[in-house]
C-alpha cells in the first residue's frame, strides 16, 4: 500500500529534531508499490530516507520524500554454522537485532541500540564495538528508482568501507533498498575486542550474544542521547584516517591521543580531538556537544539546519587549528 502525504512535517523522521516539511511524503510497503512508483520521479526532487538518523535538514523539502514500511524477517537459507536472514528495510534496526539476539541468531549484536532502519544500515554500513553491518551482509536487494527493475548488489558489489558503500557513492539516489540478506552465525564467534566488552559480558554473567546485547545497551545509553529526549544524528563526524607520520608526530605532542589501526593509514578519535578544543564547556544558543561523547553535536532547543552547520563549521575549524587534522560530518546535509 503506498500512503501519500503532502507539506508533511518531517520532526518525526530526524533524530535532530529539525522542524521541517516536506511537499511530499511517500511511504511504501511492498517491492510492488516502488516498481509503481518508479519512473515517475526523473524530473522530481526526490530523497529516500530511512529512520532520519543521519538527516540533517537545512531547510523544507521541495520535492518527495520516499519512505520504507517494507517489513518481515524470514530465513531463507541456512547451513550447519549459518543462517541467511532476509529483512525488511523498513524494520527499525534494533527491534531487528532484538528479533535476532532473541532467536539465538549470532553476529548483529555489537550493533544494538543504533538508531534507524535495515535499509539504511546497508547504505551507511553502520558500526559499532568492533562490528560494521557490511561484516554480515550478504546481499542487498534494490529496486531501480528509474525503471522499476530489481537489482541485487552482493557484498562485493556494496563496497562496504567505514561509514561508506556504493549507495553513498557512484549508485547514490539510484535505487531503493527493498530487502538486506544477512549471514548470521549459529554458534558464538563473538566481537569483544572494543574496552572492556568482555568483563562487560562476565559480569552480566558470561559471553553470549545477549549479554553482549546488554552490555552494549547501557554502554550507548552512557555515551550517547537517546533522540527521543536530545535531538542529535548520533556521530556528527567520522573518525579522521591520517598517515602514519602525522600520527606519530601527534602522539609526540599529545601522548594522551587515542589512535587505531586502519585501512590506509591511522584513524584518531574526532570525539577526543573535539573534546581537547574544549566544545563541551562551549556551545552556541541552540547547538552543542553532548556532555559524555563529544562526537555528538546536539540540539539544544529550536536548532535550525543552518544553526547546526554554523556550530560545525567551528567545531571543524578548532580541531584544524590545535591539532592540523580535517575532519568530515558523516551526517548526510540536505540542502
Ligand atoms: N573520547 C573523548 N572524549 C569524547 C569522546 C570520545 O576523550 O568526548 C575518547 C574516548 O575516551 C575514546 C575515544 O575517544 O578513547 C573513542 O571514543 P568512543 O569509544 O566513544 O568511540 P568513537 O570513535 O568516538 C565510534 C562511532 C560510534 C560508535 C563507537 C563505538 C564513528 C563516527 N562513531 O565513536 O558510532 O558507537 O565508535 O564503536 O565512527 C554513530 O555512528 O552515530 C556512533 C555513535
Known amino acids: 500500500m503506498i500512503k501519500h502525504s503532502t507539506d508533511y512535517s518531517l520532526l518525526p523522521h530526524n533524530t535532530f529534531g529539525i522542524d521541517v516539511k516536506a511537499a511530499h511524503f511517500v511511504e511504501f510497503s511492498s517491492v510492488e508499490d516502488i516498481k509503481a512508483i518508479a519512473g515517475r520521479l526523473d524530473s522530481v526532487r526526490h530523497l529516500v530516507i530511512g529512520g532520519g538518523s543521519n538527516l540533517l535538514f537545512m531547510g523544507d523539502f521541495d520535492g518527495v520524500i520516499l519512505h520504507s514500511a517494507i517489513n518481515g524477517v524470514e530465513v531463507v537459507a541456512e547451513d550447519d554454522d549459518t543462517l541467511l536472514v532476509r529483512a525488511g528495510s523498513g524494520i527499525n534496526w534494533d527491534e531487528f537485532v532484538a528479533y535476532t539476539v532473541e532467536r539465538g541468531w549470532q553476529g548483529l549484536e555489537n550493533l544494538s541500540a543504533i538508531p534507524g532502519e535495515v535499509g539504511a544500515s546497508a547504505v551507511q554500513n553502520v558500526g559499532a564495538y568492533g562490528v560494521e553491518a557490511g561484516d554480515l551482509i550478504e546481499r542487498v536487494e534494490c529496486i531501480s528508482l528509474s525503471d522499476g527493475s530489481e537489482k541485487v548488489f552482493t557484498k562485493e558489489d556494496c563496497r562496504f568501507a567505514y561509514r561508506h558503500s556504493v549507495f553513498k557513492a557512484e549508485e547514490k539516489g539510484k535505487y531503493v533498498v527493498a530487502h538486506v540478506v544477512f549471514r548470521l552465525n549459529k554458534v558464538g564467534n563473538y566481537v569483544l575486542t572494543y574496552g572492556n566488552l568482555k568483563e562487560q559480558c562476565n559480569a552480566l554473567g558470561g559471553v553470549n550474544a545477549a549479554n553482549i546485547r546488554k552490555a552494549v545497551c547501557e554502554t550507548r545509553a552512557a555515551k550517547l542521547p537517546d533522540p527521543a529526549e536530545i535531538g542529535s544524528a548520533g556521530s556528527f563526524f567520522m573518525n579522521p584516517v591520517v598517515e602514519a607520520s602525522v600520527a606519530e608526530e601527534l602522539k609526540s605532542r599529545f601522548p594522551a591521543m587515542p589512535t587505531y589501526a586502519a585501512p590506509g593509514g591511522v584513524k584518531l578519535s574526532a570525539g577526543w580531538l573535539i573534546d581537547q578544543c ?22 539544544l532547543g529550536d536548532a535550525t539546519g543552518a544553526d547546526v552547520l554554523a556550530f560545525a563549521a567551528q567545531v571543524q575549524a578548532s580541531v584544524k587549528e590545535k591539532f592540523g587534522v580535517d575532519i568530515h560530518p558523516e551526517v548526510n546535509v540536505i540542502d
Open 278 to 299: 574544549g566544545w563541551k564547556e562551549r556551545s552556541s544558543a541552540t547547538v552543542g556537544v553532548y556532555r559524555n561523547q563529544a562526537l555528538v553535536v546536539v540540539n
